[in-house]
């Protein structure tokens, strides 16, 4: 079956970096997409980034130049990248993978940015 595990969360101070990680399993990883969304308290799961199976990427604007989505396709791992972190960016981070028309989520990691 298919599963998503993130990692990498936690408490950092604003200006500092984390990187996550969702790790994969129960499909062909290398030939979906994958998105990073994320929830702040209160507030509705919203999209942060995407790559496509050949690496194309894309960014909400707020993380635009700050954050970083990559992915290995021989670990099966999809990576965020999150430098300049602000209080803002405090929320719980999900993956996220469409497959053939279902949407399959982890369950998430905690990132606060607070002094």
């Known amino acids: 079956q298919v599963q998503l595990v993130e990692s990498g969360g936690g408490l950092v101070q604003p200006g500092g970096s984390l990187r996550l990680s969702c790790a994969a399993s129960?499909?062909?990883?290398?030939?979906?997409?994958m998105r990073w969304y994320r929830q702040a308290p209160g507030k509705q799961r919203d999209l942060v980034a995407s790559?496509?199976?050949?690496?194309?990427?894309n960014y909400e604007d707020s993380v635009k130049g700050r954050f970083t989505i990559s992915r290995d396709n021989a670990k099966n791992t999809v990576y965020l990248q999150m430098n300049s972190l602000q209080p803002e960016d405090t929320a719980v981070y999900y993956c996220?993978?469409?497959?053939?028309?279902?949407?399959?989520w982890g369950q998430g990691t905690q990132v606060t940015v607070s002094s």
């Open positions: 996220n993978v469409l497959i053939f028309g279902r949407i399959y």
């Open positions: 129960g499909f062909t990883f290398s030939s979906y997409a």
């Open positions: 790559i496509t199976s050949s690496g194309l990427t």
